[in-house]
């Protein structure tokens, strides 16, 4: 079956821009992530979804960033009024259990912000 | 080696040899994933050991833990170019299972 898949693959955008990124889970899988790689920072947790429960937040690194998850399935994560430091891979992941514990990951979003 | 204030690693041997790296932790676990990178792109799960385990096989992939120093290696043996890559370790945080990583190691096998 198809694997997890996020689009855009790259994007450039100027600072100041809002961007929107999406991630297509793989099917049935109940559990969705976000992190974010860059050179400074290595990988980091950013969201949490779990079916219809809350998000877990805790990882986002500011109120410019913002994710939704729609029907349980797709989710998008918007970032506002973009900053040069935003610069990373946004890496998305599904699992299929409650906090399932091997975690399948798309190819990334690459985000430069000039 | 790789955790969490290290600087990441990089390993460049001959195909065929073996690669080892080592990953480091600070909190007790429940378990520890180790994943591939290829080109700084999407990661590959690997494999997972338990913390109640000690050794795990897969493949030409030999994963160790020892839960009293907090650490972790990965064996790859006969590597292959294929297996130039980054590695991370990752452990599972908090109710949600979410991964912290460590810094990664990245092996070059050169043909």
């Known amino acids: 079956g198809a694997g997890v898949s996020q689009s855009p693959s790259n994007k450039v955008t100027e600072k100041g821009k809002d961007v929107e990124l999406r991630c297509d889970p793989i099917s049935g899988h109940t559990a969705l992530y976000w992190y974010r790689q860059s050179l400074g920072q290595g990988l980091e947790f950013l969201i949490y979804f779990q079916g219809n429960s809350a998000p877990d937040k805790s990882g986002l690194p500011s109120d410019r960033f913002s994710a939704e998850r729609t029907g349980g399935s797709v989710s998008t994560l918007t970032i506002q009024r973009t900053q040069q430091e935003d610069s990373a891979v946004y890496l998305c992941?599904?699992?299929?259990?409650?906090?399932?514990?091997?975690?399948?990951f798309g190819p990334g979003t690459r985000l430069l912000v000039l | 080696s790789q955790q969490g204030e290290e600087d990441p690693q990089a390993l460049s041997i001959q195909e065929g040899e073996n690669a080892t790296m080592n990953c480091s932790y600070k909190t007790s676990i429940n378990n520890l994933q180790w994943y591939r990178q290829n080109s700084g792109r999407g990661l590959v799960h690997l494999i997972l050991i338990r913390s109640n385990e000690r050794e795990k096989h897969s493949g030409r992939l030999r994963v160790t833990l020892d839960t009293s120093k907090k650490s972790s290696s990965l064996l790859i043996t006969a590597s292959r170019a294929a297996d130039t890559a980054s590695y991370f370790c990752?452990?599972?945080?908090?109710?949600?299972?979410?991964?912290?990583f460590g810094k990664g190691n990245q092996v070059v096998v050169i043909p």
């Open positions: 990752a452990t599972p945080r908090g109710g949600n299972n979410r991964l912290a």
């Open positions: 992941a599904s699992s299929g259990l409650a906090g399932g514990e091997t975690q399948y």
